[in-house]
């Protein structure tokens, strides 16, 4: 076939020739000897080098040139058998892609612009009187706007085939589902959970003691020393408890901590400020800082001699 195509193509190029006589010298080889791939090899070098050469005639519209070169490509690879031969092959097949884009993308970026739209309107229909214009039509317009009208009136037309409806059947307005709720039931048993606020209850009635105790101590003595006054020799949780207790009688104003020149700290009363100054903010809530662990109390009661202490000791019971 590739053989009376060349032969009566009386225009082919001299790549065309060269094809042909290639494929006259090889048509009876033997492609599975080494001179038979040499020769299939040969020919792929012809067809690439007429993709390059004549890549301007296989744009052409009304050239069979592509037609020629991808028929001897589509011959040639039903001989390849080795990767050498494989290898020629895609790189035929790849400059022949290469050279149907590069004509596509020319021909879209030289696509048909506004200028050549409106020239081929004036050639087409410009300049002369339409079969349905008058006398008068044509002498007032130079386009026949009702014989472009008739040429493009077969786009708009219905076209055969089955009808179709976008939405609903049924265009009844759907009335709305009504929803039953399910009243909840009230559990009718109350859980009631256990009370466990009497330890805390005695506690903080201990702690009232123990504030009202050292009060009176405060009171009665008007001046006394830290020490003295929280100290229990015998109890290291008792002088902790104390110490509670002072910073109770601190925060609610009734008793004061102040440094003297010699560094002792000395513990006085005061009188709790009235309800109202505290509501208007007119007084403030202070809080004490006293660092104390067991060393602590030990260094204490050394400093502290027997029977300074002020805090009666309390008889677990």
Partial sequence: MLKRELHDGGDSSSSSKKLHSEVAAVNDADYQTAKGRRGLRSRYLTVTNMINDERDEMARPDS????????????????????????????????????????VKSNVNGGLTPSDFVTHILENFGGQCGPSNGAEDCSRNSIAWKDIGVAVSHVFRGASGCSTMIGPIDTKKKQRRVINRRKRVRPTELARPEELCGDSREERTETDINMLVMFDIL????????????????????????????????KDGRAEIKVNEAGLQLVSPRNAPAANSVISKDVSFRHFVFRFDFNDWKLMAHSVGVGEELMPHRNSQ
Avoid: G
């Avoid at 028929?71 to 058998?81: C, G, P, R, Y």
């Avoid at 050498?84 to 884009?101: C, G």
């Avoid at 009665?220 to 207790?245: D, H, P």
């Fill in 64 to 103: 069979d040139k592509f037609d020629l070169i991808f028929n001897e490509m589509e011959s040639l690879h039903q001989l390849v058998t080795k990767p050498r031969e494989q290898v020629a092959d895609a790189k035929a097949l790849l400059d022949i892609t290469k050279s149907l884009v590069m004509s």
């Fill in 219 to 250: 009171r009665t003595n008007k001046v006394v020393k830290l020490e003295n006054l929280v100290l229990n020799r015998n109890s290291f949780a008792q002088t902790v408890e104390n110490l509670f207790a002072l910073s109770f009688l601190v």
